[in-house]
């Protein structure tokens, strides 16, 4: 055997024990996944995600069709973090037209007058009718602040409708920041997910301005009729793509806003895939009736109890690493409430925190 071909089976022998210990120190150092969540005893396990990137709540989402001037002029007795006025499936095609104007005038004549956010949902790029809506939307003298595009499939899709509104918004005097938030509702949407989103996200760059992608909603019931798939009550079926839906999301500093629920008649059911969205990472869920707001917004609001226990182990950290003379990165593992506490939990206690204050402010 040469030297040269000595010392290459010698580096190769020393990369494979290298690549063999990382495995190990990684699997002997790593807790079990059980282990690192939280055990609150008696209070549910909302983790919130970190709030830093979010620019305001959108527990609830409620959808209220655009043409339904009665189920509008409803709003302005309502108490939600958001709205969406709808151009898209809530509106029969016979009244596409009637929902635009009815936005048009609500957004220029009272729209100020609702606290909470209003958005506009629109119809899908290859609907054939979205053209419509963004140019009636664009043209009104108060631009929402949020635009939702349903139905979202490929990077042609975000693309088209980027430079649609671009089209449109093009010569407008005020040239605010406005959100866009897009819906997955296919596989393909689904798994495009991450590209979809750089495409957007990479389309609102400054050079381009005034928009800022800011979430994802799941819409769940389109997303069945495209697998082909029925909703059971417990929606175990869709776990995958919850879940790919949030960590997605996380990983660009994005909302993520869970399924609706249509048995609007049924509380305790609601209740129960909210607080699960909650703690799955959803920040919100979307809505179709004003009974479903109040058990939506208190399930993505941290407890009282909650908020209780986050406080007082934040102290309790604080004490501890004035005590030991240590800072927050250094601290190890200390002991709250007969649990070991290290610095993930601590950070959870702090993302509950912040987010209770953030909502509080809002
Ligand atoms: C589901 C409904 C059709 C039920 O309507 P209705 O029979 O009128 O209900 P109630 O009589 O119980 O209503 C009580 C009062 O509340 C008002 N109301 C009802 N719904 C709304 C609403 N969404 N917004 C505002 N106000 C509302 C009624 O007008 C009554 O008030 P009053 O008139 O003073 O007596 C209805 O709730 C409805 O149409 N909901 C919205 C449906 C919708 O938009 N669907 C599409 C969105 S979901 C979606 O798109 C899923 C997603 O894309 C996916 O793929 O998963
Ligand atoms: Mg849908």
Redesign the pocket.
């Known amino acids: 055997m040469s030297v040269l071909k000595l010392r290459f089976a010698f580096l190769n022998h020393c990369v494979k024990l290298k690549s063999v210990s990382k495995t190990s120190t990684h699997f002997f150092t790593s807790r079990p996944l059980s282990s690192s969540c939280v055990n609150l005893g008696p209070l549910s396990p909302e983790v919130v995600p970190p709030p830093h990137k979010i620019q305001r709540p959108r527990r609830a989402l409620?959808?209220?069709?655009g043409h339904?001037e009665?189920?509008?002029n409803?709003?302005q007795t309502?108490d939600v973090d958001c709205v969406a006025l709808?151009c898209?499936?809530?509106v029969s095609l016979d009244k596409k037209e009637d929902a635009r104007n009815t936005i048009h005038k609500l957004y220029e004549e009272t729209a100020s007058t609702f606290h909470g956010e209003l958005c506009v949902r629109v119809n899908s790029p290859s609907s054939g009718f979205c053209e419509s809506d963004i140019e009636n939307i664009f043209s009104m003298s108060t631009l929402p602040p949020t635009v939702i595009v349903?139905k979202i499939n490929s990077i042609q899709d975000i693309t088209w409708m980027m430079n649609e509104k671009s089209r449109t918004i093009l010569g407008r005097p005020t040239k605010r920041l406005f959100n866009v938030i897009f819906?997955t509702?296919s596989s393909k949407g689904l798994i495009n997910l991450q590209k979809i989103i750089e495409a957007g996200i990479s389309a609102c760059s400054p050079r381009f301005s005034c928009c800022h992608i800011a979430g994802i909603?799941?819409?769940?019931?389109?997303?069945c009729a495209n697998l082909g798939i029925m909703r059971s009550k417990d929606a175990s079926e869709l776990i995958y793509a919850r879940q790919k839906i949030v960590a997605t999301c996380k990983a660009f500093g994005l909302q993520a806003i869970d399924?609706?629920y249509i048995d609007?008649k049924d509380n305790d059911g609601l209740e129960k895939q909210s607080l699960e969205g909650a703690r799955m990472g959803f920040t919100g869920k979307?809505v179709?009736?004003?009974?479903q707001i109040p058990i939506v917004q208190k399930s993505f609001t941290p407890s009282d109890e909650l908020l209780k226990w986050a406080e007082d182990l934040t102290e309790a950290f604080e004490n501890s690493t004035e005590k030991s003379k240590l800072n927050f990165h250094t601290q190890g593992a200390f002991t709250f409430r007969g649990q070991m506490i290290d610095l993930p939990t601590v950070l959870q206690a702090k993302n509950i925190k912040l987010f209770s204050d953030f909502i509080k402010k809002t």
Not at 217 to 223: C, H, K, L, P, R
Not at 288 to 291: A, D, L, M, R, T
């Open positions: 409620l959808y209220v069709p339904d009665r189920k509008i409803k709003l309502l709808d898209e499936d809530g349903p819906m509702e909603i799941f819409g769940s019931d389109d997303f399924m609706v609007f979307q179709i009736h004003p009974n």
